[in-house]
């Protein structure tokens, strides 16, 4: 008799309605006795949301002490923003029919946020594309909330530790967090004993307070290590607040007096000269991640770049082209099959049956003076002795 009322109290409770959850649909739980209601059922006014929300409070009839419900948005932080869209995303994948879990940083969480971020944040919209890094290094540091894997190099997928979207509201969210060790939290100790004849023992850290600062540590080891492309280079280019860009460094092996610098006591504590360094010279072409447009998305390995916001550039790392000389304004070739010159990828035919071995080739060099005297530079005194009568 007592478990059929209490099959019926389930299915009864809960919403003014009496109906069950339904989930993929706006619902909202009360912070005070967490019962799920139906947003239809309710009379706040709030902006259209999506399913699974976290960042609110809300309060039913019962528990608002005022007769009515009342409801408030809250700023969601990036952790939530990125509970919400996957919960989303998994409800999406199963209704479809998919047992699909695990979804693409770059073609499914990134888009789904930028397509409502309004819906899911009070934040103002990111301009830049740096938040783009900023969710990955989220899902990372949070492993107990996010699951992570990358079948190929630069394709991060990325998933929730707990698959039941039932449990995915602002209460659950809040329980997480009090769950979280923390360093501020001490447990008490004893009193200690003073007064004449008796001497005052030295405070040691509780025993508790030692293990949940090793759990901190762990935690934060696991957010540092943080896996780092195959070419070594950082995933976000460093600019600082008033917007000056840093470039990867190297010693340069051919820089003067490079021995006397290390040597010398004066310049201890000082900067270091900068003609001292030079740009890194990498071995491998890459796309460059300080000289593009910032609507562009470049792949992890940099070997691939993707826009959709209209024409843009990027240019790569090196230089240099793969093709032959004569391809350029900086170079000439002369073909020995049938003796023509190249010069800017156009040939010019100057000698019948080409040359061969043996043969002696002779290049002049013309460089004509201008009509125009203004067009020479000007002479320079740096660094000569002047004197004055």
């Known amino acids: ?67 009515h419900e009342t409801f408030q948005k809250r700023q969601a932080t990036f ?7 996957l919960a ?4 999406d994948a199963q209704t479809s029919g998919s047992d699909k879990t695990m ?17 899911l944040t009070t934040m103002q919209r990111r301009v830049k594309v740096t938040w783009h890094t900023t969710i990955y290094k989220t899902m990372m540091k949070e492993t107990d909330v996010f699951l992570y894997k990358e079948d190929t190099p630069g394709d991060s997928y990325f998933g929730l530790v707990n698959q039941d979207l039932t449990k995915v509201g602002p209460v659950s969210d809040a329980a997480r967090i009090t769950a979280q060790p ?10 200690l004993e003073t007064g004449p004849g008796k001497r005052t ?34 995933l976000e280019h460093p600019f600082n607040k008033d917007s000056y860009r840093y470039i990867l460094a190297e010693t340069d092996p051919h820089a003067p007096n490079r021995q006397a610098f290390d040597e010398s006591v004066e310049w201890a504590g000082k900067p270091i000269p900068g003609y001292l360094y030079r740009c890194l010279l990498g071995s491998d072409v890459l796309l460059a991640l300080h ?29 240099n082209l793969q093709a032959p000389c004569g391809y350029d304004k900086f170079s000439y070739s002369w073909r020995s099959r049938k003796g023509t010159a190249f010069h800017q990828s156009r040939g010019h035919h100057y000698h019948n049956g080409g040359y061969g071995e ?12 201008p009509a125009d005297s203004k067009m020479l530079l000007p002479q320079t005194h740096k660094d000569r002795v002047s004197c004055l009568k």
């Open 291 to 319: 000289d593009r447009a910032p609507q562009l998305k470049v792949s992890e390995d940099r070997k691939s770049v993707t826009g959709e916001k209209g024409y843009s550039m990027i240019r790569a790392s090196h230089g």
């Open 103 to 119: 979804f693409s940083r770059d073609k499914d969480i990134i888009p789904y946020i930028d397509k409502n971020w309004e819906q």
């Open 1 to 67: 008799m007592s478990d059929t009322k209490d099959e019926h109290t389930q299915e009864k409770s809960g919403c003014y309605c009496g109906e069950k959850r339904k989930l993929g649909t706006p619902e909202y739980q009360c912070s005070s006795c967490a019962t799920w209601f139906h947003g239809p059922c309710l009379d706040i006014q709030a902006e259209p949301g999506l399913p699974f929300m976290i960042s609110y409070q809300f309060l039913c009839k019962k528990c608002s002490g005022i007769g």
């Open 358 to 369: 043996g043969d002696v080739l002779g290049f002049y060099i013309s460089l004509p003076q």
């Open 88 to 91: 989303n995303l998994i409800f």
């Open 201 to 234: 023992s030295k405070r040691k850290a509780p025993v508790d307070n030692q293990q949940t600062t090793s759990l901190k540590q762990k935690k934060n080891d696991s957010s540092t290590s943080l896996k780092l492309p195959a070419h070594g280079y950082p």
């Open 79 to 85: 952790l939530q923003i990125c509970q919400m869209t």
């Open 182 to 191: 923390s360093q501020s939290l001490k447990t008490p100790s004893m009193p």
